[in-house]
């Protein structure tokens, strides 16, 4: 009888339980719909725009033209392929350096060090200083009349007359590639500080006993046991960047020539200024397939590393 009341006190708790998640299901619906309806239909819609020729000036004369939009793209458009070359440049760029110069800072803010804490806080100013207060302030630093940067290599003798940071093509396209990292390598700090922290001392002292150095540690220990983290990180640093819009075009306009042009610019132009909504959604559609491989690669790489 004890058994009865208490299977059934049982079933009543399940069913309870099982009525308040439909409930909170429920209650879901509404704020699911509209999260669907403000981010799948514009998402549809580029899509769709992509396949047709429609120009902001000409509305009335919009068209389906199937593929002609890409097919110009991916085998015309000479602007186009320079400036997939240089976001290619610029996204692998940021991303290794900003990896490099995270995980130099990492492995120094990880020793027991005086005043580490207010050391951390600051390494993690570039991350949360909104884009344009940062660009506002650079555009300060490079200037080659009044800028910091250049005077002070004036006054020390590096250099005999101001460096054009921003007017000059070559010249901006790493300078761009600089400010960026300046942004980006908090996150890596991060999370490869969290990485290192995980790691077991004991496996350090292990290997000093054996006779392993600092570089043998770094390159056995270190970078193996923090292979997780990185490529984590690494991925979603490349969505960022390669997708980022505001950190070149605060900073130059896509200029000097269009020289800092990246593909989320580029797009940017086409549709509000050269008024080609047709092609400019053909551009942010080819952006969504490359940023869908790198996703679906870093997929792979993590089944890849829960199978081995």
């Known amino acids: 009888m004890q058994r009865s009341e208490s299977s059934r006190g049982t079933g009543k708790r399940k069913a309870a339980r099982l009525e308040s998640k439909r409930l909170g299901y429920f209650l879901t619906i509404p704020s699911s719909i509209l999260i669907l309806a403000i981010s799948f239909y514009p998402l549809i819609q580029g899509i769709?725009?992509?396949?047709?020729?429609?120009?902001?000036?000409?509305?009335?004369?919009?068209?389906?033209?199937?593929?002609?939009?890409?097919?110009?793209?991916?085998?015309?458009?000479?602007?186009?392929?320079?400036?997939l070359f240089y976001s290619f440049v610029y996204t692998i760029a940021v991303v290794l350096l900003a990896y490099v110069f995270g995980l130099f800072l990492a492995m120094l803010l990880k020793?027991?060090?005086?005043?580490?804490?207010?050391?951390?806080?600051?390494?993690?100013?570039?991350?949360?200083?909104?884009?344009?207060?940062?660009?506002?302030?650079?555009?300060?630093?490079?200037?080659d009349q009044i800028g910091f940067i250049n005077n002070v290599l004036q006054k020390i003798g590096l250099i005999s007359k101001p460096i054009l940071f921003i007017a000059e093509?070559?010249?901006?396209?790493?300078?761009?590639?600089?400010?960026?990292?300046?942004?980006?390598?908090?996150?890596?700090?991060?999370?490869?500080?969290?990485?290192?922290?995980?790691?077991?001392?004991?496996?350090?002292?292990?290997?000093?006993?054996?006779?392993?150095?600092?570089?043998?540690?770094?390159?056995?220990?270190?970078?193996?046991?923090?292979?997780?983290?990185?490529t984590v990180c690494i991925i979603l640093q490349l969505i960022w960047t390669f997708n980022n819009f505001e950190n070149i075009y605060l900073l130059t306009n896509g200029g000097p020539n269009d020289a800092?042009?990246?593909?989320?610019?580029?797009?940017?132009?086409?549709?509000?200024?050269?008024?080609?909504?047709?092609?400019?959604?053909?551009?942010?559609?080819?952006?969504?397939v490359v940023l869908l491989v790198i996703s679906l690669i870093y997929l792979k790489i993590q089944k890849n590393r829960e199978n081995g």
């Open 169 to 230: 093509p070559k010249i901006a396209q790493i300078t761009v590639i600089f400010t960026s990292v300046w942004r980006s390598f908090p996150f890596m700090l991060i999370v490869v500080l969290a990485g290192l922290q995980s790691i077991p001392k004991d496996l350090y002292e292990s290997a000093y006993i054996d006779g392993a150095g600092f570089w043998k540690s770094f390159f056995h220990i270190t970078m193996p046991m923090i292979r997780g983290v990185s």
């Open 260 to 288: 800092t042009y990246t593909l989320p610019i580029l797009t940017y132009f086409t549709a509000f200024f050269r008024s080609k909504i047709g092609y400019a959604s053909a551009i942010a559609t080819l952006m969504l």
């Open 48 to 83: 769709s725009l992509s396949f047709e020729s429609y120009n902001l000036m000409k509305p009335k004369k919009r068209k389906f033209v199937g593929f002609d939009n890409f097919k110009e793209l991916l085998f015309s458009d000479n602007e186009f392929h320079s400036v």
């Open 111 to 143: 020793r027991d060090i005086k005043g580490r804490g207010i050391y951390r806080t600051l390494v993690l100013l570039p991350w949360v200083v909104a884009p344009s207060i940062a660009a506002i302030n650079w555009l300060w630093l490079l200037n």
